[in-house]
């Protein structure tokens, strides 16, 4: 067994540094929920997600597929915490040529974001203003912010952005005179701070018909799996930084604080089981590039608990630190 808590590993696949973060900004709006359900004690979920967002891993499970996986001949992905469905499709798009039936089914706890995932119509914004309000902005967004599929000439992308680029255009079309809405606060801040006030073109999508059909979206929790995923039923399982909604505490003016320990070891030990219960043999679980699901009390009891039901690294960080994606022996 690797106790890989603080491991360094330079003989592991790492991830290699890149140019910068292909991905653009996808935010909805914070959604309420009952105390209840919600780990007990928070009673907002944040949607945060991205197309194309940490490419790699999902590059991974690409090569992982087509050669590990190679005499399977369907494939199971749950994509759980899938917000609006941004990053389901980026699998879908990036999954697009590999000769097998691939099902990917996007699960959230919030309601709203799944019909937004089913409606398919997403938005690309680029922003507009002086250096120093765009910085500023940007500085201070909770989302990634690339605006290069939408906008972005073909000339001034890299051979990678150009690809994704080419499958986000096979899978959306744009929508015709689309007008996006402004709130009477945005108008009278524009109006009375037009120097600190960025000014955003927006550009609307929507997943073609025929896309669609390769992506299910329901409503379900990551922490009752067992209700929805058959037993050993999935090839690979994503969890995006969503233990780090699920382990720590808003703390007002955009701050986030870890939950006790108490509350954080038991839901994170709960959560691996049904991780556990889930996966196949030789499947992936993803977990994501946010440091908090790797590191203090979440990522610690994560790691322990993966170790103990017989998961193994087998994609870490540049410096071999953090453990994205674990195999099922």
Not at 103 to 109: N, R, T, V
Request: charged fraction near 30%.
């Amino acid at each position: 067994m690797n106790n890989i808590t603080n491991i360094h590993c330079n003989s592991s696949r790492n991830i290699q540094p890149r140019r910068k973060q292909t991905s653009f900004q996808g935010v909805t709006p914070i959604e309420k929920l009952g105390k209840d359900t919600f780990v007990g004690v928070r009673n907002t979920l944040i949607q945060e997600t991205a197309f194309f967002r940490e490419p790699e891993l999902i590059e991974f499970v690409k090569q992982y597929i087509t050669t590990t996986l190679k005499d399977k001949h369907k494939i199971n992905i749950i994509d759980g915490a899938c917000s609006k469905g941004y990053e389901t499709y980026t699998i879908a798009m990036m999954l697009d040529d590999v000769s097998k039936e691939i099902k990917i089914l996007g699960l959230d706890i919030g309601k709203e974001a799944i019909n937004d995932a089913q409606k398919g119509i997403y938005f690309v914004k680029q922003i507009h203003g002086n250096e120093d309000t765009v910085f500023a902005y940007k500085f201070g967004l909770a989302a990634y912010n690339d605006d290069y599929l939408a906008f972005s000439p073909e000339t001034q992308l890299s051979a990678k952005e150009k690809y994704y680029k080419k499958k986000f255009n096979e899978f959306f079309e744009a929508i015709p005179n689309y007008k996006e809405k402004r709130t009477l606060f945005e108008y009278i801040r524009e109006k009375l701070f037009p120097g600190f006030t960025p000014h955003f073109e927006t550009k609307a999508f929507k997943i073609k018909p025929e896309k669609a059909e390769k992506c299910q979206f329901i409503p379900g929790d990551i922490r009752k799996l067992d209700r929805i995923v058959p037993e050993n039923s999935a090839d690979v399982l994503l969890f995006r930084n969503a233990l780090y909604h699920m382990t720590t505490q808003e703390a007002g003016m955009g701050l986030k604080i870890p939950l006790p320990d108490k509350i954080v070891i038991p839901v994170v030990k709960d959560i691996v089981k049904q991780i556990d219960k889930s996966i196949a043999h030789n499947g992936l679980f993803v977990i994501g590039e946010h440091k908090s699901d790797h590191t203090l009390t979440a990522g610690k009891t994560l790691y322990k608990e993966l170790e103990n039901r017989n998961f193994t690294p087998v994609f870490y960080n540049p410096d071999g630190s953090m453990a994205y994606i674990w195999k099922k022996k």
